[in-house]
């Protein structure tokens, strides 16, 4: 069992960045490959960013690249989403997701995921 924490949220205005952080509860974080994911009022989840158990593997939304950045330290079991250069639309509710395939097969689907954090808002303003 996982149990995942999402904090550093907040209003931002456009152009701006924030870093969210995504704690694991447990000793296998190790054991997971991570995402992240967001949903906006009206619209589904959708997928943002993926990084294998090591680390060495990213894979981003193309909505997002280029101005997000995945990484995570195993030692603090802790997954981070740099954003930057944010734009009135990346406002959602962000989640992070934990899953023991360590692959890029099927990272944007929601089901491919066993544990999930409650979300941080994230509402940025033009």
């Known amino acids: 069992q996982v149990q995942l924490v999402e904090s550093g949220g907040g209003l931002v205005q456009a152009g701006g960045s924030l870093r969210l952080s995504c704690v694991a509860s447990g000793r296998t974080f190790s054991s997971y490959a991570m995402g992240w994911f967001r949903q906006a009022p009206g619209n589904e989840r959708e997928f943002v960013a993926f990084i294998s158990r090591s680390g060495g593997t990213t894979y981003y939304a193309g909505s997002v690249k280029d101005r997000f950045s995945i990484s995570r330290d195993n030692a603090k079991n802790t997954v981070y989403l740099q954003m930057n250069s944010l734009k009135p639309e990346d406002t959602a509710v962000y989640y992070c997701?934990?899953?023991?395939?360590?692959?890029?097969?099927?990272?944007?689907?929601?089901?491919?995921?066993?544990?999930w954090g409650q979300g941080t808002q994230v509402t940025v303003s033009s």
């Open positions: 997701a934990a899953r023991r395939l360590d692959t890029v097969v099927l990272v944007s689907q929601e089901r491919r995921y066993d544990y």
